[in-house]
């Protein structure tokens, strides 16, 4: 277990309108990452942050912002959704001990944008 | 850029026939990682394996194993006498050959579904 929650886990929400999504680990992981998950399109990463504060794009990163203040929380924001972002959100991690080149998965938040 | 094509989208076995599962990966580096990752129905992502680029043994881990060959870009996932609880969708997926902070690149993901 890699102490990884996200929150909410659901959400709906309405075009135009901001969410933000959060990730939470327990581990003083630094390497974190969100990805989202569509149907035909496997995992497709975001953003990355590789420390408190650093951050970098990832493949689909057009609509969406990420904040790290801290080690153990990496938000992701969605600044005005869209329908075509109405997808499965995944938070990972690496660097676990032992296993450090693996990235291990939160449960997954489930974003409707009616 | 990096690509993994996972040509299968669903495959339907019987319990206890074997699965072979497909990826075939793009990439312009000499050096690289390989993994596979299961996703129950349940949702959660669960890591099965990594291979270094380097190491092309084949692994075996109970009923499932491996088999890596860089000279085609293939990184297929065996699963011998299937059960009902292999149920789940197999993701391919590639990253970059660092100490951390590998960012992956996943293949679309191979549904299989296991009979009784």
């Known amino acids: 277990d890699a102490g990884i929650t996200q929150s909410p886990r659901h959400k709906v929400t309405e075009t135009g309108t901001p969410v933000t999504l959060r990730c939470h680990q327990t581990e003083n992981h630094r390497y974190m990452y969100w990805y989202r998950q569509d149907p035909g399109h496997g995992l497709r990463l975001i953003h990355y942050s590789y420390g408190v504060k650093d951050t970098d794009k990832g493949e689909v990163s057009d609509g969406y912002s990420v904040s790290r203040s801290k080690t153990e929380d990496f938000l992701l924001t969605l600044e005005s959704a869209t329908s075509s972002q109405t997808s499965v959100y995944f938070c990972?991690?690496?660097?676990?001990?032992?296993?450090?080149?693996?990235?291990?998965f939160g449960p997954g938040t489930r974003l409707t944008v009616t | 850029a990096q690509k993994v094509t996972q040509a299968q989208t669903e495959i339907s076995v019987v319990e206890k026939e074997d699965v072979t599962l497909d990826c075939v990966y793009e990439?312009?580096?000499?050096?690289?990682?390989l993994f596979w990752y299961k996703q129950p129905p349940s949702g959660e992502l669960v890591f099965l394996i990594r291979r270094n680029s380097f190491d092309e043994q084949n692994e075996i881990s109970g009923r499932y194993s491996w088999n890596f060959q860089k000279s085609t870009s293939s990184f297929n996932f065996t699963i011998t006498a299937s059960q009902v609880v292999d149920s789940a969708v197999y993701f391919c997926?590639?990253?970059?050959?660092?100490?951390?902070?590998?960012?992956?690149?996943f293949g679309g993901g191979t549904r299989v579904l296991v009979k009784p």
């Open positions: 990972a991690i690496s660097g676990v001990a032992g296993a450090a080149y693996e990235q291990y």
């Open positions: 997926a590639l990253s970059e050959y660092k100490a951390a902070g590998n960012k992956l690149t």
């Open positions: 990439t312009r580096d000499t050096t690289y990682y």
